[in-house]
């Protein structure tokens, strides 16, 4: 973990609300893992005082060495509308990489990613991760789920690194007509998973673990929810356990990607 200011090399927009920030970093970036976070605050800003949590999206690596990180946000509110304005040269500063991400498993062939809306974030590291691992030798498969067209992100590069995507809009403007769960149902009928991953909206996790643990497919979450240190100091981020007793977990140190039998969805 390092904090550090981070000169922006790129800000691009992708989408109607949708931006890609390109971010140099540190060496210590190198061993980061799908699924860790970091901390972004504008430097020189009073106002959001606190700093925001960001999935890395992928990992900045022309050749062996890691140069930077890339994160993938959506505006939503005052924060991000000023991250949106920043320019290359500009600085942020960022704290990470952070928490725990997805644990993968050697063995997994065939895995199942599941992703909903900004929930896209995190998976494209997480393809990436997986084809270095595997190469050609794996069967991946993607089911990403938007309110519209306008809210998938993200296509052309799962396609690239060879990924076969699923898309479900709950308006039907593209892919199946429906929830991003109803299309992952279809295709389970037609053989089970090594593994099934997914970041997303609440009701969505809920779903996906339910589905999993019902079929007995192993499955890893990563949960989406406000944080204001990303270091287990403020336990603000606090989250039930299947231990019971009323343990709680936090989603910055213990996260945010969970066993999904392991928490309370």
Not at 118 to 133: C, N, Q, R, S, W
Not at 211 to 222: D, N, T
Request: proline share 5%.
């Amino acid at each position: 973990m390092q904090q550090t200011l981070s000169r922006v090399r790129w800000n691009k927009k992708i989408g109607p609300l949708y931006y890609q920030i390109g971010l140099d970093c540190p060496e210590g970036y190198h061993n980061a893992q799908p699924g860790q976070f970091v901390m972004v605050h504008l430097t020189g800003q009073i106002d959001p005082l606190l700093g925001r949590p960001f999935s890395i999206h992928r990992l900045i690596r022309p050749s062996q060495r890691t140069e930077g990180i890339e994160l993938l946000y959506k505006v939503v509110g005052e924060g991000t509308r000023r991250l949106s304005g920043l320019v290359p040269g500009d600085e942020l500063d960022v704290l990470g990489p952070l928490g725990q991400g997805f644990r993968l498993k050697a063995a997994w062939r065939h895995v199942y990613m599941v992703a909903g809306g900004i929930g896209v974030a995190p998976m494209v590291f997480l393809a990436e991760t997986l084809k270095h691992l595997h190469g050609d030798d794996r069967q991946q498969q993607l089911f990403l789920g938007g309110r519209s067209k306008a809210d998938l992100l993200c296509v052309d590069a799962f396609q690239t690194l060879g990924v076969k995507v699923r898309i479900s809009t709950d308006d039907g403007s593209a892919g199946d007509h429906g929830l991003v769960i109803q299309t992952l149902q279809t295709y389970l009928q037609g053989g089970r998973p090594d593994a099934i991953l997914a970041c997303g909206p609440m009701p969505m996790l809920r779903s996906v673990a339910g589905i999993a643990a019902e079929q007995g497919i192993h499955c890893q979450v990563s949960l989406e929810t406000i944080m204001a240190c990303g270091m287990g100091a403020c336990l603000g981020c606090a989250f039930e356990s299947q231990a019971g007793d009323n343990r709680y977990l936090h989603v910055c140190m213990d996260g945010p990607v969970f066993d999904a039998a392991r928490v309370c969805l």
